[in-house]
Structure formats: C-alpha cells, structure tokens
C-alpha cells in the first residue's frame, strides 16, 4: 500500500497533520530518523515530510542528504516554524525539495502541491515532443505554461503576463492561431499530468485529484473519460499516458481544423 512517511518532532503535531492532510491517504508516521531511513527504500514510499528537528532536538539535514542519496526520485518535504527558513540553505544543499511552513493558511493545499509537483524531466520532453508537432512555434510558450502550471490553475490573466501579453491579446492571437482558450488549455494540461501521474507512480487516484485542484477523485475521473475516453484503471497500464498524448494531439488538430 502506498504511503508517505512523515517524522515529527514532537508527537503532539500529529493530529493537526493528520487531520488537515486526510487526501494523502495513508501516513506512516516515524518514531525516529533511523526509522525513516530504514522505510525510505520500500517501493511504496511515495513522499518524505520531515521536520526540521527530531525529537532530541538535532538538526534533521543530515538525514535528508541520506534519504536523497537512496531515493533521488522522492519527494521530501520540510515542514517546519518560520524560525527555522534562516536555516533551509543547509536543508536545500541536503536535498529538500521544498519548505511549507507549520502556520500556513492552506497548509493541506501547500503540502499537496510540493509533494506532487509535475517537474519530472520525461514529462516535460513528452509533452515537448507533442507541441512541436501540433503547436505553431510562438505560441509553445503558452500551452507549455499551462502544463508546468496545471495544479495551480493559472488564469488568462497569469497566462498573459507571463508571455507578455494583455489577456485581451493572448485571447486573440490564440483564436486567430486555431487553438483553444486559456481555460481548455489548462483543463487539458490537468488531463496529461494526472495520466502521467497514473502510469508512472503509484499515487491513489484521490491524491492526484487534490493536488490538482479537484474536489474529488470522481472530478477527476470524469475529466479523463471526457478527454480520453478511459477510466484511471486503464490510464494506470502501459502506454496510458501515450494515449492521453495522443488525445491532445487529436484535439488540437480538430481545433485547427475549424479556424
């Protein structure tokens, strides 16, 4: 059964964690850093949330340099008092992945977010490979934004700025181009990360769909059967992620065919 593993430094934290961080699903909960480290190789081991101190009062960075060393592809999270960010360069030369901060007003949004990320480099060729196929050049660095941007789901507004565009514009210039708007774009960028997600990991279907700013794992579902006519389960065996590629391929050349 997929977990993450997650070390405290003081057993008190756990209920607030527990409760505010129900979509992880199961949560390993580690009495100490020698037994983080000895459930860290298990295959079922999705991601490491460690505190910046164990219960003695040590600094948690060396552990975190360990658990980089065997695990390059997992996902540690440091999640600690805003008093312990003057200190993060040496959990960032450790390996951390990333810093949420105890008093967050959307600690479970956070938490999920760095987590599951979409930064794997076979994404970003993957997708790569289909927009310069189907995407005429100038405007890669659109449909590019909305896939490394999906779980926050950026508005036309962020979208714009971030090409140097009025929205006004950007609306447009995509219209005149026979692509779709922002918002498909981004429903569409969703669709491929959760795919990529399904086929490469383990991740339970209710996971993915939090992460990506669905109310539940059913929101999800309907988006890929609306978009690629398969159920997670089917997305889950080899070749999924291909086929949802292949279905955002088709649809942009439809798009442009009725220009």
Not at 15 to 29: H, L
Not at 180 to 187: E, H, I, N, R, W
Not at 237 to 258: D, H, I, T
Request: charged share 25%; hydrophobic share 45%; net charge positive.
């Amino acid at each position: 059964m997929h977990h993450i593993l997650v070390q405290l430094s003081e057993v008190a934290l756990r209920p607030r964690f527990a409760e505010t961080c129900k979509a992880f699903g199961d949560v390993v909960w580690c009495d100490d850093l020698d037994e983080l480290l000895s459930r860290v190789p298990a295959r079922e081991a999705l991601a490491v949330i460690v505190d910046g101190f164990d219960r003695h009062g040590h600094s948690t960075a060396g552990t975190v340099a360990r658990i980089r060393v065997r695990r390059p592809d997992l996902p540690i999270i440091l999640w600690c008092d805003r008093d312990l960010v003057a200190d993060f360069g040496a959990f960032s030369r450790a390996g951390v992945s990333a810093i949420v901060l105890r008093d967050e007003s959307e600690l479970e949004r956070r938490l999920l977010s760095a987590v599951t990320r979409a930064s794997d480099v076979a994404f970003q060729q993957l997708t790569d490979q289909a927009l310069y196929r189907r995407v005429p050049t100038p405007y890669i660095p659109v449909v590019r934004f909305c896939l490394d941007h999906a779980a926050s789901h950026p508005r036309t507004e962020q979208v714009a700025r971030a090409v140097g565009l009025s929205p006004k514009a950007l609306a447009t210039q995509l219209r005149r181009a026979g692509l779709p708007t922002v918002g498909a774009l981004v429903t569409w960028s969703k669709a491929l990360v959760a795919a990529y997600r399904l086929e490469k990991t383990t991740e339970p279907v209710a996971v993915i769909a939090r992460s990506l700013g669905f109310s539940s794992g059913s929101a999800l579902r309907r988006l890929l059967k609306r978009s690629t006519n398969e159920l997670p389960h089917a997305i889950r065996e080899p070749g999924g992620f291909g086929w949802a590629l292949r279905c955002f391929e088709r649809y942009l050349v439809k798009a442009q065919a009725r220009r």
